[in-house]
């Protein structure tokens, strides 16, 4: 079993940065594709971003592409999300997510991907 803990959130300034952090623990082997979610009140589990196991490659949704940037050290089993100039409409939770896979080069965008998920934190950006 595999267990992810968030922290970094808070609130922030609209045209601020903050960086969100997701530690991975337990069962954990060196193939684990991760992705950052957020969900807004009443809105669904939505992609933000995500890294293949061994780091090499991400991707972004539309909305982030060009602000959001995110990392892997896999020594530290630890994934970033560097936010940069935040906008009211990224207030929301951001869930972190994992997967163990075969594949080096997949990149998984969809909630259904994943498998482990941590508690979420909560990042409020105000005008």
């Known amino acids: 079993q595999v267990q992810l803990v968030e922290s970094g959130g808070g609130l922030v300034q609209a045209g601020g940065s903050a960086r969100l952090s997701c530690v991975a623990s337990?069962?954990?082997?060196?193939?684990?594709?991760m992705g950052w979610f957020r969900q807004a009140p009443g809105k669904e589990r939505n992609f933000v971003a995500a890294?293949?196991?061994?780091?090499?490659?991400?991707d972004y949704a539309d909305s982030v592409k060009g602000r959001f940037t995110m990392s892997k050290d896999n020594a530290k089993k630890t994934v970033y999300l560097q936010m940069n100039n935040l906008k009211t409409e990224d207030t929301a939770i951001y869930y972190c997510a994992g997967r163990h896979t075969f594949e080096p080069r997949s990149i998984y965008t969809a909630v259904s991907d994943y498998g482990d998920w941590g508690q979420g934190t909560q990042v409020t950006v105000s005008s």
């Open positions: 337990g069962r954990v082997y060196a193939h684990y594709a």
């Open positions: 890294i293949t196991w061994n780091g090499g490659a991400t």
